[in-house]
């Protein structure tokens, strides 16, 4: 793989997986409510299922796709109510760290389930093999999954960061509150866009 290509496959991953979407959202609001620890969960499962994912699209996935177009309406409609589910669950947080009642704590299931039910990560391997690998070169795509594991996970790594260094500032239970129902508008706002989007 010539430098070139290589730097060019890791733009392409750094573009795709750093600007804010539903699974950046989480991760921030993960870092948050549960600190950077705890949310490596959602980051390692959210990393390991898109990787996945591409490979699978690399791999052939794309072909059941030219051939079951309902297939993402289907994704479209689950992504639009699980985005809705996380919405709520904010929403309902009572803004304690740490506490009981919070939200559930990250879990690697629950970041892969994101990004298989997120259109925008379906979109983004389909183009991202379709530029790096439309050859069906086994070798080029394990490459790029490869490639863009190590960045999707310092990405979503930097967002739970960013989340961990907040938890400092929300000393009380209302910031947190007013934090999360911000998170809840983000979420509900990206479910209207896959409701309202024409992909």
């Not at 804010?20 to 705890?38: E, K, M």
């Not at 704590?105 to 994101?114: C, D, E, F, V, W």
């Not at 490869?146 to 929300?170: D, E, H, M, P, T």
Request: glycine fraction near 8%; aromatic fraction near 12%.
């Amino acid at each position: 793989m010539t430098l070139n290509l290589l730097l060019s496959m890791s733009a392409f991953a750094l573009v795709s997986s750093i600007t804010p979407g539903p699974v950046n959202i989480v991760s921030l609001g993960a870092g948050v409510q549960h600190g950077f620890r705890s949310t490596m969960r959602h980051v390692t499962g959210a990393t390991l299922g898109f990787c996945i994912l591409l490979l699978l699209i690399g791999l052939g996935m794309h072909e059941l796709l030219q051939t079951q177009p309902r297939f993402m309406q289907l994704v479209r409609w689950f992504g639009v109510v699980f985005l809705l589910y996380m919405a709520i669950q904010l929403i309902r947080d009572n803004g304690e760290l740490g506490g009981e009642s919070n939200s559930k704590k990250p879990s690697y299931l629950q970041g892969a389930l994101m990004q298989w039910l997120n259109p925008k990560a379906w979109l983004a391997s389909i183009a991202g093999m379709g530029v790096y690998a439309a050859d069906g070169s086994v070798r080029l795509v394990l490459q790029f999954s490869v490639i863009y594991f190590v960045v999707c996970f310092a990405s979503l790594s930097a967002w739970a960061y960013a989340g961990a260094f907040l938890r400092n500032q929300f000393t009380k239970p209302n910031y947190l509150r007013l934090f999360n129902r911000a998170m809840a508008a983000l979420l509900a706002v990206s479910a209207l866009y896959l409701l309202t989007s024409d992909y």
